[in-house]
């Protein structure tokens, strides 16, 4: 039995909604056959557009996403995208496997989603 001066507490429920943030961000390394391939930035940039537009067309070539850092000595870059479109940007760089008739490969390092990534 229950003392008469407490009163029995009602159930508390609560609905946590967790939003999806509205960017993700990835650290890739592009491995080249020949190491002493050099990119820049912007090299780099056009490499993944043109990897974005041979899967997707003309629509993923449209993709916005960001350079954030791109390191020339070991070609890593952290990049942000949208993430409605990192399965895209994802897959056309996993597809690209040559740059300048060698062979490579984008290595995803890292993915976040919605916060810095870690060095």
Excluded at 14 to 31: F, G, I, S
Excluded at 57 to 83: K, M
Aim: glycine share 4%; with cysteine; net charge negative.
């Amino acid at each position: 039995m229950k003392p008469s001066d407490q009163e029995e507490q009602p159930a508390v429920f609560q609905r946590v909604w967790l939003k999806k943030a509205p960017y993700q961000h990835m650290k890739v390394c592009l491995e080249v056959e020949n190491d002493s391939t050099r990119l820049s930035a912007d090299e780099l940039k056009y490499f993944i557009i043109t990897g974005l537009k041979s899967l997707h067309g003309e629509v993923g070539a449209a993709i916005d996403f960001d350079l954030l850092e791109y390191s020339e000595d070991t070609r890593t870059a952290s990049l942000r995208v949208a993430s409605r479109d990192i399965a895209k940007l994802w897959s056309s760089m996993t597809l690209l496997g040559f740059y300048q008739n060698q062979a490579c490969a984008f290595r995803v390092l890292q993915e976040a989603l919605g916060s810095v990534l870690c060095e």
